[in-house]
């Protein structure tokens, strides 16, 4: 019988933020969501973790946006060109045109926020 497991902690999981967007505060599923973690040296990122939800019809670990974050400094700029990395490759069906669009916007968020977490 298995009682517990432990995992090691990578230097990213100490900044980490979740960011959900749902159309009402009763809808208990996401229209777009972020989860991000981040190993950071000052302000450039040494390590990215990135899964986006919500916008396709599985969640999805956004490596691309990892890759274009690494050893850049972390700021809107850099943000922005991650999340369009992530969404490059997005196709729409018409009625849900929008979501790409609102997948960045969440990314964004969810990148700054992380990197403005007090950390101690």
Do not use: C
Request: glycine share 8%; proline share 2%; no cysteine.
């Amino acid at each position: 019988m298995i009682t517990g497991f432990a995992v090691p902690a990578g230097a990213w999981a100490k900044r980490s933020r979740y960011v959900k967007v749902r159309d009402r505060e009763s809808y208990a599923f996401a229209a777009a969501s972020a989860a991000v973690a981040l190993d950071l040296d000052g302000e450039a990122v040494r390590e990215a973790r990135i899964a986006l939800g919500g916008v396709a019809t599985v969640p999805w670990r956004a490596r691309e946006a990892e890759a274009a974050l690494a050893g850049q400094v972390l700021d809107e700029a850099s943000a922005e060109r991650a999340a369009e990395a992530a969404f490059r490759d997005a196709k729409t069906h018409g009625e849900n045109d929008y979501k790409p669009e609102l997948g960045r916007r969440t990314l964004v968020r969810a990148l700054l926020e992380a990197k403005r977490m007090e950390i101690g």
